[in-house]
């Protein structure tokens, strides 16, 4: 069993920036790939970045692509989204996930078997 806790959301002005991470449990995070997803009201919940087990590969969205950086901590059981010149738009529910068979499929809701609790990102214009 795996539990995923985000924290690290907010309010921001348009423009400004924020740090989400999420702390994993258990032993054999190195071997997850892990995900950050969003979702904004009435929406559906949409891709943002993914990282590879290693954390050789990231994969990102094209509309974060150049404002967010997905890292990951394997000492502190950690992965990061660092969020830049964040735009009204970015403003959404954000949740975390890890897949433990590595998928290729990094930017399916499906390819993830566990989800944090999600934290709120708004962004004010």
């Known amino acids: 069993q795996v539990q995923l806790v985000e924290s690290g959301g907010g309010l921001v002005q348009a423009g400004g920036s924020l740090r989400l991470s999420c702390a994993a449990s258990?032993?054999?995070?190195?071997?997850?790939?892990m995900g950050w997803f969003r979702q904004a009201p009435g929406k559906e919940r949409e891709f943002v970045a993914a990282?590879?087990?290693?954390?050789?590969?990231?994969y990102y969205a094209d509309t974060v692509k150049g404002r967010f950086t997905i890292s990951r901590d394997y000492a502190k059981n950690t992965e990061y989204l660092q969020m830049n010149s964040l735009h009204p738009e970015d403003t959404a529910v954000y949740s975390c996930?890890?897949?433990?068979?590595?998928?290729?499929?990094?930017?399916?809701?499906?390819?993830?078997?566990?989800w944090g609790q999600g934290t709120q990102v708004t962004v004010s214009s």
């Open positions: 996930a890890a897949d433990t068979w590595g998928s290729s499929r990094y930017g399916a809701t499906d390819s993830y078997e566990y």
């Open positions: 990282i590879s087990w290693s954390g050789a590969s990231t």
């Open positions: 258990g032993r054999t995070f190195s071997r997850y790939q």
